[in-house]
Antibody, heavy 119, light 113 residues
Framework: EVQLVQSGVEVKKPGESLKISCKAS????????IAWVRQMPGKGLVWMGI????????RYSPSFQGQVTISADKSISTAYLQWSSLKASDTAMYYC????????????WGQGTLVTVSS | DIVMTQSPDSLAVSLGERATISCKSS????????????LAWYQQKPGQPPKLLIS???TRESGVPDRFSGSGSGTDFTLTISSLQAEDVALYYC?????????FGQGTKLEIK
């Protein structure tokens, strides 16, 4: 059974760094792209970027390029989303999701990681 | 970026009636390699992650009730729920995966009338 299990709730202050995780199981992690999606409170879904764990090829939405870093460690089947300096506007639920192929829908989703940034 | 526009933003339908949600893309999302439209529909219930309902504009995912159907091609797409059930109350999103960033529509809130 394919599962994506994300790390837990985070409460941070502006300016702090953060790295959240998405651990995959039930399939060959290095063979499928993983996406990160933001959902701000009461808002819609926003595609942030994707990574291919097999070679760490990462592609970003222009809106998030330079704002976050997407990475993966195929030895432990885990993808990451990180910030070097959080802002209050980063407060959101963040989902990871699996793609069947580069050009495909998101067939499995993690449960989400809630990030709250507040002074 | 390809802009995805859904209509309406919210919709109230009586139980057992048909619900129809429209999604328009700013560019053609027909993938020439397989002659399929790179368009997906997701359902999101409160407190849950999105769930894939339909891929390639009209291919229903395993386990999705057959009252859900997708149609359309090029830039105009439709999600239809043939007979609304109480458990279908949710937000619905379309998404194009033709070119990155794989943008979503703004969402349509479906409620019971």
């Amino acid at each position: 059974e394919v599962q994506l299990v994300q790390s837990g709730v985070e409460v941070k202050k502006p300016g702090e760094s953060l790295k959240i995780s998405c651990k995959a199981s039930g399939y060959t992690f290095s063979s499928n792209w993983i996406a990160w999606v933001r959902q701000m409170p009461g808002k819609g879904l926003v595609w942030m970027g994707i990574i291919y764990p097999g070679d760490s090829d990462a592609r970003y939405s222009p809106s998030f390029q330079g704002q976050v870093t997407i990475s993966a460690d195929k030895s432990i089947s885990t993808a990451y989303l990180q910030w070097s300096s959080l802002k209050a506007s980063d407060t959101a639920m963040y989902y990871c999701a699996r793609l069947e192929a580069l050009r495909s829908s998101f067939d499995y989703w993690g449960q989400g990681t809630l990030v709250t940034v507040s002074s | 970026d390809i802009v995805m526009t859904q209509s309406p933003d919210s919709l109230a339908v009586s139980l057992g009636e048909r619900a129809t949600i429209s999604c328009k893309s700013s560019q053609n999302v027909l993938y020439s390699s397989n002659n399929k439209n790179s368009l997906a529909w997701y359902q999101q219930k409160p407190g849950q992650p999105p769930k894939l309902l339909i891929s390639w504009a009209s291919t229903r995912e395993s386990g999705v009730p057959d009252r859900f159907s997708g149609s359309g091609s090029g830039t105009d797409f439709t999600l239809t729920i043939s007979s609304l059930q109480a458990e279908d109350v949710a937000l619905y999103y379309c998404q194009q995966y033709y070119s990155t960033p794989y943008t979503f529509g703004q969402g349509t809130k479906l409620e019971i009338k």
